[in-house]
Structures are given as structure tokens and as C-alpha cells.
């Protein structure tokens, strides 16, 4: 069963950073793309960023590009997402999901999901 267990989440000034782990179980990591979602109070689930773990390619949304870093720990079967220089805009429940095969930005091409965590950046 695959399991995805969300962490790190918490409230933060704006200009603030935060780290997001996303802990794997019950599949095999190599085969798979991790990606990171957010989504917002009236908002749809946005893709931010997604990283294949065989060879590490990247995708990063515009609204995250150079202050978001993703990256993979493959002997803890984890994915981070690095936050840095946080805005008010970036406020959502943080989601991680795994999807066989590579990179994707779209939540429909994802069949795993975790349950979640929230980041706040205040004013």
C-alpha cells in the first residue's frame, strides 16, 4: 500500500522559510515522480513543484521558481521542499503525491496522495 505522510508545515513571517518532508512507503521509490501540491482556501489544487526520482529532473512553478528548491533523500525514501522567501500568496494546505513514471504538474496524473499540511506566511 502506498503510503505518503506529509510534515513540516507551520506558520511563518513573510520572508520566512520552511521545510516540507514527504515521507514514502510501500512502493518502489525508483520507479516513481513525487510532486508537491498546494491549494488554497476557494482556490483548485495547484502543482508546484515535482521531481522524478530515477534521474532527478525537476519541474518548478513560475510562482516558486528561485525560492522553492525540491530534492530526494533515496535511503529515507523522502522528498523535501525547501521554501525560502515566503509571501502571503504562498498560504495553502501543502500536499505531496506520487505517480509512476516522470515529471507531471497536472493532479489528475497523480494517484497517491498524503493528507496534507499546512503552511501560513503572514504579513
Known amino acids: 500500500e502506498v503510503q505518503l505522510v506529509e510534515s513540516g508545515g507551520g506558520l511563518v513571517q513573510a520572508g520566512g522559510s520552511l521545510r516540507l518532508s514527504c515521507a514514502a512507503s510501500?512502493?518502489?521509490?525508483?520507479?516513481?515522480?513525487i510532486g508537491w501540491f498546494r491549494q488554497a482556501p476557494g482556490k483548485e489544487r495547484e502543482g508546484v513543484s515535482c521531481?522524478?526520482?530515477?534521474?532527478?529532473?525537476?519541474y518548478y512553478a513560475d510562482s516558486v521558481k528561485g525560492r522553492f528548491t525540491i530534492s530526494s533523500d533515496d535511503a529515507k525514501n523522502t522528498v523535501y521542499l525547501q521554501m525560502n522567501n515566503l509571501r502571503p500568496e504562498d498560504t495553502a494546505v501543502y500536499y505531496c503525491?506520487?505517480?509512476?513514471?516522470?515529471?507531471?504538474?497536472?493532479?489528475?496524473?497523480?494517484?497517491?496522495w498524503g493528507q496534507g499540511t499546512q503552511v501560513t506566511a503572514s504579513s
Open positions: 503525491a506520487a505517480r509512476v513514471g516522470g515529471l507531471a504538474a497536472d493532479p489528475v496524473d497523480f494517484g497517491s
Open positions: 510501500g512502493f518502489t521509490f525508483d520507479d516513481y515522480a
Open positions: 521531481i522524478s526520482i530515477s534521474d532527478g529532473s525537476k
